[in-house]
Structure formats: C-alpha cells, structure tokens
C-alpha cells in the first residue's frame, strides 16, 4: 500500500503538465489566428475623404477613388471646406482638383497608414493622367515649352493638415498608452477582487469597493500622463481633459472587471485579460477601424480600449473633433461595471455570512480567552 500513493502522484502530476501544454498549446493556436486574422494582411475599406473638383470632372475623379472599394467619398465646395472636416476628422484627407494641378490634403495624425495610402494612390493617378497627357500630345506632335514639361514631371502638392509631433512619428504612442492602461486595470480589478471578499457584505462595502475603483483610476490617469511628459508625447494637449479621458478609460475597464468578478467569480477576471490581449490589437492604435475587418472594426469601436483610443486621439490631434460617442461608450462599461459592483455587495451572502476578517478576528479573540489565566 505505501507503494501505490507515489504511484497516484506520478500519475496526477503527468496528467496535470499534459493538462497544461494542451491548454497552452490551444491558447497560443487561438490567439495567433486572431492576431493574424486581424493584421497580417490589412486592407482598407471605404477609409473616409473629401473631393474638390469641377462638377464635369467629378464623376471620374470620384470613380478612381471608389473603384476597389478602398475610399468613400465626400463632396466639399472648397479646399478650405476640406480642411475644416479634415481638422473635425469627418475624412483622413482629400484631393482638390479644381487649380491648375491636382492638390493632396492628408492628416498624417489620424493614421499614417491612411496618409501613405492616400499619398500613394494620388500619386499613382497624377503619373497616369501625366502620361496620358503626353501620350496625347505625342500623337498629335504636338510640342511642349520647358515650362510646362517641367511641370507635368514635378511631384504633386501635398499638403499635411495634421500631422503628427516629432515626438511620436509613428503614432504608436496610443497603443502603448493603450496596452498599458488595460493591462494595469486588469491586475487593480484581480486584487480588489481579492481583497474586498474579506470584508463583509453591505452597501458600505459596495461604496467602497466604488470609490476605490474611482481612486485607482484617477491614480492611474495621472501616472499615464506624467510619463507621457517625459517622452514629449502630448505637451500641447490640455492636461485636464487628457486626465478626465484617461480616467474615464482606466474606470471602464477596472469597474467593468471587476463587475464580471463579482458575478462570475475569479473567471471574470478573463474580461480584462480580454482588454489587453484582443482588445489593443482591434483599437484602432496600430491599424486603423477601416484596415480591419468589419467583426473586428465593429467590436474594437465599442470596447473601453477602442473607444478610449479614439478619444484620446481626438484630443491630442484634432480638438475640433466630436468624441462625445466615444465618451458614451467608456461611461457605459463605467457604470454599468460600478453598478454591478455595488449591487452584487448589498446583496446578502447566504452560503457565508461572516468575513474571512471576522472569521479571523474571531479565532484570534478566543485563542487570547484560552491563554488568559483564570483569576480566583
């Protein structure tokens, strides 16, 4: 008999570390397809701009724009038109086609992806309508001045209404900031997860459980911002709206974890886990909404990490935009996971009423009464 227990351990420990390998080799399956999924080949999808042009010529500059699908169109009456909606983000960029030579507008700070896309696809169809033109003359024999050649082989006018600071010239700052956020919510929501249990259950202990998810998150917005200082990203952004943003991001996922903890237990902890490993990659940080697919355009815009990303953008880069849907979207996930949170306290624990505190408090006191000596 004492040879069969050493057995048992052998057998449940191999069956555990297979347990393990076949869980984590599923997970890293999972997640390599997502991510895979998600960017290895991003495509555009009706990306947003504006056309200036002359009504006789704007059915075909608008055709080439629209012909793969990449951009939708908007009519604007001038340039200046244009770059009121380019600064209220209502389009990345546009082309003005009404001068002498066709002019480019782009906002390098709503995504530099969007910027080389639209740099490249204006480039590729002022070469062709150059070499059309030339073609044309060629077989007319028609000659050129110096001039005019000159300027149908100089590059096109481009002209970046927004674009972003030396200090973040890829526009990767947001992801990370992003990543950051998540990642710190999750790890704060796990240990009031374990904290708060210990003390027992009321409408005090849900207050407090609220406020100290709010103090967190105020805590938290105010560490984004000051490391945001030291690397120069942000310095013209108006530093109260930045940590009222930043606040309301942190609250969001900290109160709606913390929500999916009260009511599902420890596993709820897999909502802010979701934040940071599926949500970032979808927020529209590194690859913009309109370079993913539709599942994962729609899910990133109404997650906390999507929408605070397009929220802070909007008011580092583009004070004129509107983030008021944005700002919803982290007020809902806000309240609701704070609503949760303070319900699910008030409720009464019938499986166990006393707290690991009083429980403790208790053994301690009747340990004391047991050594105290009895006095006659």
């Given amino acids: 008999m004492a040879e069969v227990q050493p057995a048992e351990s052998v057998l449940q420990f191999r069956r ?32 947003p701009v504006g056309l200036v042009s002359p009504p006789a010529e704007r059915a075909q500059a608008a055709g080439l724009l629209t012909e793969r699908g990449y951009f939708r169109v908007t009519d604007y009456a001038t340039a200046d038109d244009l770059q009121v909606a380019i600064k209220r ?79 973040d010239v890829n526009g990767v700052s947001l992801g990370f900031l992003t990543q950051a956020l998540a990642l710190g919510g999750t790890i704060a929501s796990m240990g009031l997860g ?84 599926l949500g970032t990659v979808i927020s529209g940080a590194s690859i913009l909404p309109e370079f993913l697919p539709s599942f994962g355009r729609h899910l990133g815009a109404n997650l906390p990490t999507g929408a605070g990303v397009q929220a802070v953008r909007d008011n580092l880069y583009f004070p004129a935009a509107e983030i008021q849907h944005h700002l919803l979207v ?28 009083d429980l403790d408090l208790a053994h301690r006191l009747e340990g004391a009464e047991r050594r105290e000596p009895v006095k006659l």
């Avoid at 990203?233 to 108006?238: E, I, Q």
């Avoid at 606040?247 to 599902?264: K, P, R, Y």
């Avoid at 309240?335 to 624990?349: C, E, K, R």
């Fill in 16 to 47: 555990f570390a297979l347990a393990v390998c076949v869980i984590g080799v599923l997970v890293q399956l999972g997640l390599t397809a997502y991510y895979l999924g998600m960017g290895h080949k991003a495509q555009p999808h009706h990306v």
């Fill in 89 to 167: 983000r209502d389009v990345y960029g546009g082309v003005d086609i009404t001068g002498a030579r066709p002019h480019l507008y782009v906002a390098s700070a709503a995504g530099p992806a969007a910027a080389s896309l639209l740099r490249a696809t204006f480039t590729t169809v002022v070469q062709q309508q150059t070499a059309a033109e030339l073609r044309r003359l060629a077989q007319q024999n028609d000659r050129i001045s110096v001039s005019r050649a000159q300027q149908l082989n100089s590059p096109p006018p481009v002209t970046d209404v927004v674009p972003l600071p030396d200090d």
């Fill in 194 to 277: 374990r904290l708060i249990p210990r003390t027992r259950r009321s409408w005090r202990r849900g207050i407090a459980h609220v406020s100290i998810l709010a103090v967190y998150a105020l805590g938290s917005a105010a560490a984004v911002l000051w490391s945001m200082g030291w690397f120069g990203v942000g310095t013209t952004a108006d530093r109260g709206e930045m940590l009222g943003i930043f606040a309301l991001i942190s609250l969001a996922i900290t109160a709606s974890t913390a929500g999916a903890v009260a009511i599902f237990g420890a596993a709820g902890a897999l909502l802010g886990a979701m934040y940071f490993t």
């Fill in 330 to 357: 982290l007020a809902l996930y806000a309240g609701i996971g704070a609503a949760v949170v303070l319900v699910t306290n008030m409720l009464p624990n019938r499986r166990n009423r006393t707290s690991e505190v």
